[in-house]
């Protein structure tokens, strides 16, 4: 039976007023959990502890080496960082890559290693419903053949989600003690050396992912405009960037070509206020620190940054002599490694600050000052030590920096005491990077991006568990699965608004046909 035009008219006026409420009520909600970049995070994996240890040990007598800015992380696993990917708040989907890279060599038979394997740009993907899985690019040696295959974005291991929603997550989301087994693609990867459904070490990842957006940004609550109005706006979350300093660093100085090298004149000198020292001291000694033996940690003081292969100290100030390469370069900040603890006594309290560069007559030294207490029970209070020595040969501005890129560097004997005999003089350290802004417009490297979560591992569970419930907050989900209050709100007004237009058209056809049986009151049309 058709409805009366007026009937139809109260209809189209209801129509219209519930699409502009629940443009107003459901728009905000999809503003505060937008879909958007990931921009930042770090990835946590030993692989297999079995097969670290077969590599290093007396059957293979192989090694590893990282790539791309890969780090160790408790001596036990590998860090890769910088995390790039998307995300889908509304169903949870999750992409995120990974840089760095790990090479595993071993079984040396007349120079070739019979063992040749490589990861790297691992990517983790979570796809809507909880299926997971861990990607990367693979290279490896077939035992057989000898030939080396590639693979782009192999599929290495099945991850298990069981119980984890990553819905409505923003800000940083944490997963630690990913379950993960090796698929058929990861065993042909390892050389048949383990099967397909082989367990491996577990997965633990942070990203930053979008921020949540405020509902004062949200859409006008008129249809027009929210159409209008893109709901994924939030920004993501800043990646870290090399610090800068307070105060504006001083124009480079003009040059005097004319004046004698020997002299070295302040008018021919470059002078700089901004720069940034990357070092990683020793990857050894780090492992060493927050080992089994030491169980110690690292703290950063003074500016200082974690790059996870490295340490990063800036700002810097100093000047540069172009006629002659002399360099003095200050850079600020400090790292501090505790371990060995006994009681409330540290055996190992050792402060490395205010690390500097000197470069003159071809000669490069690594400074920095000194204090703390080393293994063999010595404390020492030092300015300006020197640790190392590299060769600065080839270093010269380009670009407005001057800037130089994984120097080898040996320690010294004052290093070597610094040290407390760790290490004897002429070992080779972790190599050094540095750049200054000889131009004050000039961008220093990025820093490795490894998010913003706390630098410790996460413990590993049986089972995945966010450490950070990857939510919306209180104001912003109901109960119901994740699904927005202000979503619930609408559905209630709507289901409201409906039952009410029910009741119209009832209570019209109740007058029309009074012979019908009773039927339950309908909801007040007011």
Request: no cysteine; glycine share 12%; aromatic share 6%.
């Amino acid at each position: 039976m058709p409805l009366p035009s007026r009937l139809r008219r109260l209809a189209a006026v209801l129509v219209a007023a519930l699409a502009a409420l629940m443009t107003a009520v459901l728009l905000p909600g999809q503003a505060v959990a937008a879909e958007g970049k990931v921009s930042g995070g770090r990835l946590d994996w030993g692989i297999r502890q079995s097969f670290l240890t077969y590599v290093t040990g007396p059957i293979a007598k192989g090694s590893w080496a990282l790539t791309g800015g890969a780090a160790t992380v408790s001596g036990s696993g590998f860090r890769f960082h910088s995390a790039t990917g998307t995300y889908d708040p509304a169903s949870g989907a999750l992409t995120a890559a990974f840089s760095g890279g790990v090479r595993f060599t071993g079984h040396q038979e007349n120079g070739v290693n019979v063992l040749d394997l490589s990861v790297g740009r691992l990517t983790f993907r979570a796809a809507p419903g909880g299926a997971a899985g861990l990607y990367a690019d693979i290279s490896s040696r077939s035992k057989e053949t000898g030939q080396v295959s590639s693979a782009s974005q192999a599929k290495l291991a099945d991850l298990s989600l069981a119980g984890v929603d990553l819905r409505g997550a923003a800000g940083t989301l944490t997963l630690s003690g990913v379950p993960a087994t090796l698929t058929d693609a990861g065993a042909r990867a390892f050389g048949s050396f383990y099967t397909a459904g082989t367990a491996l070490d577990p997965v633990n990842l942070s990203v930053n992912l979008p921020a949540a957006q405020p509902a004062s940004t949200a859409p006008s609550t008129a249809p027009t405009a929210a159409a209008s109005t893109p709901a994924g706006t939030s920004a993501p979350t800043a990646a870290p960037t090399a610090a800068t300093p307070t105060t504006p660093a001083p124009t480079a100085a003009p040059t005097t070509p004319a004046a004698p090298a020997a002299t070295q004149d302040a008018a021919a000198r470059a002078e700089f206020g901004n720069g940034a020292l990357d070092w990683g001291v020793r990857r050894t000694f780090r492992d060493y620190v927050t080992g089994s033996i030491a169980q110690g940690r690292w703290e950063l003081t003074g500016g200082a940054a974690d790059g996870g292969a490295f340490f990063r100290w800036t700002p810097a100030k100093g000047a540069y002599d172009p006629a002659t390469g002399a360099l003095t370069a200050a850079f600020t900040g400090g790292v501090r490694f505790t371990g060995l603890k006994t009681g409330d006594t540290h055996g190992l309290d050792l402060t490395l600050a205010n690390l500097g560069v000197a470069i003159a007559d071809g000669q490069g030294r690594l400074l920095a000052d000194v204090s703390g207490r080393t293994p063999d029970g010595a404390t020492q209070q030092l300015t300006g030590v020197e640790l190392g020595a590299f060769d600065p040969a080839g270093l010269k501005p380009e670009g407005g920096l001057l800037k130089a890129a994984e120097l080898p560097l040996k320690l010294t004997e004052a290093g070597a005491k610094a040290f407390g005999n760790l290490y004897p003089a002429g070992t080779v350290m972790d190599p050094l990077s540095f750049a200054v802004a000889l131009d004050p417009a000039a961008a220093l490297p990025p820093l490795p991006d490894i998010g913003s979560a706390p630098a410790a591992t996460p413990a590993p569970s049986a089972t995945a568990s966010p450490s950070a419930a990857p939510v919306a907050d209180a104001a912003d989900a109901g109960g119901s699965g994740g699904v927005p209050t202000a979503a619930v709100v609408a559905g209630v007004v709507l289901v409201a608004a409906l039952a009410a237009a029910g009741g119209v058209y009832t209570l019209r056809r109740r007058r029309a046909a009074p012979t019908d049986p009773p039927a339950t009151a309908p909801a007040d049309a007011a």
